[in-house]
């Protein structure tokens, strides 16, 4: 999705808006660009491609203080080179970078058009520029042009603008797409991710939603869209730029499907209690009464975070004996849900920024809803939207499918199920055997791991197929959605989940020796059932590829995973497949950490 970074101080700026542009990259972009100002004129550059495309088409000789840059994600307007932002008004003093969507863009470029403004390009984005353009000759104070363009525009944003004329000041302004400003020594930053500024600082400021700043190399003020200070305190990022390179990894999806032993660990430490086998959740806020008190449970999220939170309510279900189901966020915000007290509700996202389940927690926060977050970014605005949480710790996911952030947030759901579980029936004993079978996961992902060659071997045996079949019952049915979600994501081989039991209610039709199957089937009370299903794949000459804790001679190949506790199986069970799809990627040839038309972060409708 689109990315800002914007600098102020006694730098060059272009060096350090293309290392920030150059962070953001991860987030998926089809065109870059970027603003100085020197010597109260602008000068730009933007190209369609990569940040590296930009970075080469930027002279070296690109002074200018101050400055802002763009990575672009089309929505309005193919990508190309004037498409890209930033975007000037008429007379070339101001430019804009913006994330998201002016939703009534058409109506406010009719209008500048008929006041005889000429457009660029085809984007939403330039009527800010035109607008903000027109209101600083009135008001000749870049605040508040800002504040009155902002008026007549209805849409989600995040900008960053400069003004040629006032070259010590950028003005930014949020509202549902990120800013956050970095704070350094005589410098100031502001970006759509903190990303882009670790490198220079880690003393941050998140705006809230209608929010503005003006930043100054020596400072910063925050006001309201009704132009009231507002008083922020900054807070100190626990990432380094260390956790955003690859580390030596040919793509940051195998580092971080690698880094599950550890990520997992961080999720864990210090969260059970080996006196009582209880969880310490400290962030949910909720004495026992409360936890107690909660009579359903209602997971949303997006992609695989809504696939994580199938996984989390299976969890709840059977470890507190509490109803539970997820939903897709971007389904439940558009379908006015019914609102219970006595539900508590869980919204999931590694960004804390996809705007579908931002829009969704605000929703339910209307509505009286009691919120909590299950978030791997500290700070986000999901983290602060909602009434209480737990943080992954899983450090920063770089890569566009989500592996490390899935497989924590599952654990997290493991250690909020065995919390709620033990305010109600969920005995000691279960207890201990659920913080026990927690303990060992680590070192059986670490157990998976090593069964990377053989199932890179499977990987390029199956890739060929034109699509693929994962079938799984119950605990596995999760499993089976999230590894067909990979699949298609990075090796765009077409993936369809279904619980097994369902394959004889119409996909069996498709099975063929050209649609091959990977079935879920772990030892659990199921296993016969699983079994059973495989014989019925098998008598239509399909292929199938079991995942599980044995072999069976039902299956053509078979991937065995260490076994833990029933209820814990489907966390490790993901861990071959994430596997499968990087390698079925690999052999594809496919841009593996970013691929086509998707975004890590999607913060727009
Ligand atoms: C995008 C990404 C997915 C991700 C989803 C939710 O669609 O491509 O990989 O699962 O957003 O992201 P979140 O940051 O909310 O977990």
């Not at 605040?143 to 008026?151: G, N």
């Not at 034109?466 to 999230?482: K, L, T």
Request: glycine content about 8%; some cysteine.
């Amino acid at each position: 999705m689109c990315g800002i970074v914007a600098y102020v101080g006694p730098k060059d700026a272009a060096p350090i808006l293309l290392e920030g542009l150059q962070r953001l990259e991860y987030r998926g972009y089809d065109s870059a660009g970027l603003a100085v100002v020197n010597a109260k004129s602008l000068r730009t550059r933007k190209v369609k491609g990569r940040v590296a495309d930009l970075a080469a088409a930027v002279p070296a000789k690109f002074k200018g203080t101050i400055g802002i840059g763009h990575t672009r994600w089309a929505t309005h307007g193919a990508p190309s080179d004037v498409n890209a932002h930033p975007h000037l008004d008429q007379e070339q003093r101001i430019a804009v970078v913006h994330n998201g969507i002016i939703e009534n863009a058409d109506e406010l470029r009719r209008r500048l058009e008929g006041e005889g403004v000429k457009f660029e390009s085809e984007t939403d984005s330039e009527v800010l520029s035109h607008l903000i353009g027109r209101m600083v000759k009135d008001t000749d104070s870049l605040r508040e042009a800002v504040l009155r363009a902002l008026k007549s525009v209805v849409g989600t944003y995040g900008i960053a603008v400069v003004d040629a004329q006032r070259p010590g000041e950028i003005v930014v302004a949020r509202n549902g797409s990120p800013i956050v400003l970095g704070l350094g020594e005589k410098e100031m930053f502001a970006a759509s991710d903190v990303a882009a500024l670790i490198r220079y600082t880690r003393q941050v400021v998140h705006l809230e939603d209608g929010e503005l700043a003006v930043i100054k190399a020596d400072g910063f003020t925050t006001f309201t869209s009704d132009a009231r200070e507002t008083a922020k305190e900054p807070f100190t990022v626990d990432w380094d730029a260390g956790h955003y390179d690859n580390g030596g990894y040919e793509h940051y999806l195998l580092k971080e499907i690698s880094e599950q032993p550890e990520t997992v660990a961080r999720t864990l430490r210090g969260r059970m209690d080996d006196r009582f086998h209880i969880a310490h959740l400290g962030g949910l806020n909720m004495d026992a009464r409360e936890t107690r008190s909660f009579r359903r449970v209602k997971i949303i999220g997006c992609g695989s975070a809504y696939y994580s939170g199938q996984m989390g309510a299976q969890l709840i279900e059977e470890l507190a004996r509490i109803p539970a189901d997820a939903e897709p966020a971007s389904e439940f915000r558009y379908r006015s849900p019914v609102v219970e007290p006595d539900t508590l509700y869980v919204a999931i996202s590694q960004s804390g920024e996809t705007y579908d389940t931002l829009a969704a927690v605000q929703e339910l926060k209307r509505k009286g809803g009691r919120v909590l977050g299950i978030v791997n970014t500290v700070g986000s605005a999901i983290a602060r939207e909602t009434d209480g949480g737990i943080y992954l710790h899983a450090g920063p996911e770089v890569s566009v499918a989500s592996t490390k952030a899935f497989t924590s947030t599952a654990v997290a759901f493991a250690l909020l199920a065995l919390h709620l579980g033990r305010v109600r029936d969920l005995s000691p004993a279960d207890g201990r055997r659920i913080c026990e079978g927690l303990r060992r996961l680590p070192e059986q992902i670490e157990e998976i791991l090593t069964l990377e060659d053989r199932i890179k071997e499977l990987a390029k045996k199956y890739a060929d197929a034109p699509g693929m079949m994962f079938v799984g019952r119950v605990r596995g049915y999760p499993v089976a959605r999230e590894g067909a979600q990979k699949l298609k994501e990075i090796s765009y081989v077409h993936a369809e989940a279904y619980p097994a039991s369902e394959l004889k209610h119409g996909p069996l039709a498709l099975i063929s020796p050209e649609l091959p199957t990977v079935a879920i089937v772990p030892d659990d009370e199921l296993l016969d059932k699983n079994l059973t299903t495989l014989g019925e794949i098998r008598a239509r000459h399909g292929r199938i590829l079991m995942v599980g804790h044995r072999t069976s001679e039902a299956a053509d190949d078979c991937i065995v995973v260490p076994k833990n506790e029933v209820e814990l199986d489907p966390i490790l069970l993901t861990i071959p497949l994430q596997l499968f799809a990087y390698h079925a990627a690999v052999a594809l040839d496919r841009d593996v950490d970013r691929p086509r038309n998707l975004a890590k972060s999607v913060t727009v409708e």
